[in-house]
Each structure stands twice: as structure tokens, then as C-alpha cells.
């Protein structure tokens, strides 16, 4: 099974500058004869390698030694003695507590809304005509009414929600627990224990 894994593994990793090839291939060169021969044949590549891709990606949630290999490395996690385990479990303490408070982060902006308005003109007020309007909502779905999709003649500015989209807050959130984690296993190995 690690042979199988090691092999998926190098496949995936060594297709991937020709899948950044075709897109670059589809997107700044001009279309002549010769590109299109060229992506054409790169383009053979695309197919299997997102196939191989999403079995890989099945296999790091269902198998374990899949899991294990392809994760150690990424986050570049030795274990050889007992100080280097427990630097390890130091650092994924320190990354789950970071991560769990930016998980919070984004979730209170994600149900938080603030907007400033103008008030009508009809309104008899004195001094500045404005309003702030705090608001707190949470839904368990997507709504199907967007935030533009309100009036807005009379906002002057408004935030609803974090317009950040689903991929970009996972990829944040995958980058911010690979660098935790390696800043605190370094600073763990520089302290000695």
C-alpha cells in the first residue's frame, strides 16, 4: 500500500507543472497552430490527473497510511525520539488554539453587519443626518437574498459579511495551520525542550 501511495504521490507531483502549462498555454499565448498542437497534447494529462487526484484525495480521508504519509510531509512533522514527539504534540496544541480562534474570528464577521446610512431629508433632525445600524444574524444555509440585492438609495457604507469565497477561507485556514505549526515546532527545537 505505501508503494501505491508513493506512486500516486510522485504522479500527482511531477504532472502538475504540465497542468500549469496548459492553463498557461490557454492563457497568454496567442492561439496559433502550434499552441494548440502543444496544448492538445499537454491537455491528455488534464483527465487522468484529476481522476487520480480525487481518488487520492478519498484515499487521504479513508486510509490512515495515506493520511499519515502524505500530511507528515507536508507539514513536515519527524518523529524519530521522544523530544521530537513531544515537540510535535506541543506545536499541533499550539496550532489546534490558533486555529480554533480564527475559526471564531471568521465566524463572528461572518454573522456580523454594520451599515451607515443617510437619513431622508423629511426626517426633522438637527446635525449630521446619519445612521449606524449594528446587526447580528446567523442561518444555517446560504441566504438567497444577497446583500446587493437590497436597496441601498440611502447607504453610504454597509458590511454584511466576509465576501471572501468558501475557497479562499479554506486556503486560508490550510495555510494558517501548516505555518503555526511550523513556527511553533522551530521555536520548540530552538528552546530545547
Not at 499519515?68 to 519527524?78: G, P, Q, S, V, Y
Not at 433632525?125 to 449594528?134: C, E, G, T, V, Y
Amino acid at each position: 500500500m505505501n508503494k501505491l501511495i508513493r506512486y500516486i504521490q510522485a504522479y500527482l507531483l511531477f504532472s502538475l507543472p504540465f497542468i500549469f502549462t496548459d492553463f498557461a498555454f490557454s492563457l497568454f499565448f496567442p492561439k496559433t497552430e502550434l499552441t494548440y498542437f502543444v496544448q492538445q497534447i499537454i491537455g491528455w494529462n488534464i483527465v487522468p490527473w484529476f481522476f487520480v487526484l480525487i481518488v487520492f484525495l478519498i484515499m487521504l480521508v479513508v486510509i490512515p497510511q495515506a493520511r499519515e504519509m502524505t500530511l507528515r510531509r507536508l507539514a513536515n512533522i519527524k518523529e524519530r525520539d521522544e523530544r521530537e514527539e513531544y515537540i510535535t504534540g506541543k506545536a499541533s496544541r499550539v496550532t489546534y488554539i490558533s486555529t480554533l480562534s480564527l475559526l471564531i474570528l471568521l465566524l463572528f464577521f461572518s454573522m456580523f453587519s454594520i451599515t451607515v446610512e443617510r437619513l431622508p431629508k423629511t426626517q426633522n433632525l438637527k446635525s449630521p443626518h446619519h445612521a449606524l445600524k449594528l446587526g447580528f444574524k446567523f442561518s444555517p444555509f446560504e441566504d438567497l437574498q444577497s446583500f446587493a440585492n437590497k436597496s441601498k438609495n440611502n447607504i453610504i457604507f454597509g458590511y454584511e459579511k466576509i465576501t471572501l469565497s468558501k475557497s479562499s477561507l479554506l486556503l486560508i485556514l490550510l495555510i494558517w495551520q501548516l505555518v503555526i505549526f511550523n513556527l511553533s515546532a522551530r521555536k520548540e527545537q530552538k528552546s530545547g525542550c
